[in-house]
């Protein structure tokens, strides 16, 4: 019982509490500002302060909380942005210095590497000059010293008795003086000798010139007619070109000449210094005849071999056996023996191996030695050989043969595999030693824009003035019209 009544007394409670709440509610505008000084602060009071807090609903807190997410989302974001910024600008700084500071090294080393080739172009020049003025001040203390012993002896041959002691005055002993190359008058004399007296003899009337007579003698005459600024001559040996200056690529050349017109031409080429006398190299210095006969100089730039030993003009030809040789299955001259035993003399020599290209050229071939240079120099130091004619097939022909020192060594190693695999009996030289080569492993380098002007392939045009070769001139005079004619 007691507990029902308990019960009752709380409901009433409740009640009473409520209405007051409620009435509270109603006359809010009707509270006092403060509170704490309002009658009746008890309980009741406390209870009224509590109620000055409206409700608050669970969407308006969702609300706020998602305003403040939002806020503090931008304001993060904006502080990750600015950051990122700096970040990214100072990385840029860094790349920005990196690749200057590394433009910057590869300028200098540019500049160095520029400088350094600056300096070793200047010195090979000055090493070119001066090695020019050197062979240049050598040709000419030559050249002056044969032509004082020249001088000498013609003085000493036309030297006449002391006057007599009554004698007013005596006529002092006629000067002479020996044309050299490069003068007109040496000009004058090798045109004479090699062209006016083998196609006209009779125009010279009783000069008692003939095609047998020396230089000495056409110089005299030309003196005697005042033509060509040519003066008496002296004695001694009539002289020859000297070895042009060292060039590159240095060549080696030879040729093979039996007696009659083949050695003709050895002896103009040799007075003229043309075809293969004037390819150059350097070995040293020159070699001497002797100390006495200082016009016979010579250095080793060529050879000329024969089965007759000849002094031409102060060199010796070189002996081989026999220069005979058959015909070949293609119709020319089958002489591969001949050349087979020339080759393996040059090959066993020590004179071959100090030049960059080793050329044969035919007595009857006028060949330009500054020409060939210009052609084969991008293939110095290569093993290879040369074309040089394709109008039937792509061929060597044998006027000028062409070869680089590293192909001449694999054929000097190697010959003999040649010599038992290929019918060299039958065949000319030029083509026993393309196919002998190809067959070693040498390579053929096809070279047909104006290397050897052959009648035989592209024709012999002596007009052409830039042609390496022209063949075949197996007439003396009919080379050296033709030589000149190109120059």
């Not at 433009?103 to 010195?123: D, M, P, Q, V």
């Not at 026999?322 to 035993?341: H, L, R, Y």
């Not at 595999?417 to 492993?441: V, Y």
Request: hydrophobic share 40%.
């Amino acid at each position: 019982m007691a507990n029902v009544k308990d019960l009752e007394v709380s409901e009433r409670e409740s009640s009473d509490v409520g209405s007051s709440m409620a009435l509270l509610a109603v006359r809010e505008d009707t509270w006092p500002e403060n509170l704490s000084e309002a009658p009746g602060s008890g309980p009741v009071a406390v209870m009224n302060s509590r109620s000055l807090f409206k409700p608050v609903t669970l969407f308006q807190v969702g609300a706020l909380l998602a305003l403040v997410g939002i806020v503090v989302v931008v304001v993060y974001g904006r502080v990750a942005s600015v950051a990122g910024a700096a970040h990214s600008q100072d990385i840029g700084h860094r790349l920005n210095a990196d690749a200057l500071a590394d433009a910057r090294a590869k300028a200098a080393a540019a500049e160095a590497a520029a400088a350094a080739l600056n300096a070793k172009n200047a010195r090979i020049a000055a090493e070119a000059k001066k090695h020019a003025k050197e062979v240049a001040a050598k040709n000419k203390a030559i050249a002056a010293k044969a032509a004082a012993k020249n001088h000498a002896k013609g003085s000493a041959g036309s030297a006449s008795p002391a006057p007599a002691a009554h004698a007013n005055s005596s006529a002092a002993a006629p000067e002479c003086h020996t044309a050299n190359p490069g003068e007109p008058c040496y000009g004058s004399v090798l045109w004479h000798k090699w062209i006016g007296l083998v196609e006209s003899p009779q125009t010279y009337g009783d000069s008692g010139l003939s095609r047998e007579s020396n230089r000495h003698a056409i110089q005299e005459w030309l003196w005697k007619t005042k033509q060509s600024q040519c003066q008496k001559p002296c004695g001694g040996a009539y002289p020859v070109p000297t070895a042009a200056p060292k060039a590159s690529p240095l060549l080696y050349c030879f040729s093979v000449a039996r007696g009659g017109p083949e050695m003709d031409s050895m002896f103009m080429q040799r007075q003229s210094g043309t075809g293969i006398f004037g390819c150059n190299g350097f070995l040293g210095e020159p070699l001497m005849a002797s100390e006495e006969n200082m016009e016979n100089i010579i250095v080793v730039l060529f050879d000329v071999y024969s089965d007759q030993s000849i002094n031409i003009d102060g060199y010796m030809t070189k002996l081989i056996p026999s220069t005979t040789a058959g015909v070949s299955v293609d119709g020319w001259a089958a002489n591969s023996q001949v050349f087979m035993k020339t080759w393996m003399d040059i090959l066993y020599g020590n004179i071959w191996y100090n030049y960059d290209f080793i050329a044969k050229v035919d007595p009857d071939a006028i060949l330009f030695a500054d020409r060939l240079r210009w052609h084969v120099q991008s293939h110095t130091g290569q093993n290879v050989f040369f074309l040089n004619c394709a109008v039937h097939a792509p061929a060597m022909y044998g006027a000028v043969e062409v070869f680089s020192k590293s192909s001449m060594g694999s054929y000097k190693a190697q010959h003999a595999r040649c010599q038992s695999s290929l019918p060299f009996w039958a065949w000319g030289e030029d083509r026993f030693m393309q196919e002998c080569l190809k067959m070693l492993g040498v390579v053929p380098i096809s070279d047909y824009t104006n290397n050897v002007r052959d009648a035989r392939c592209w024709g012999s045009d002596c007009g052409n003035k830039g042609a390496v070769a022209f063949h075949p001139f197996k007439a003396v005079n009919s080379w050296y019209r033709c030589y000149l004619a190109s120059s």
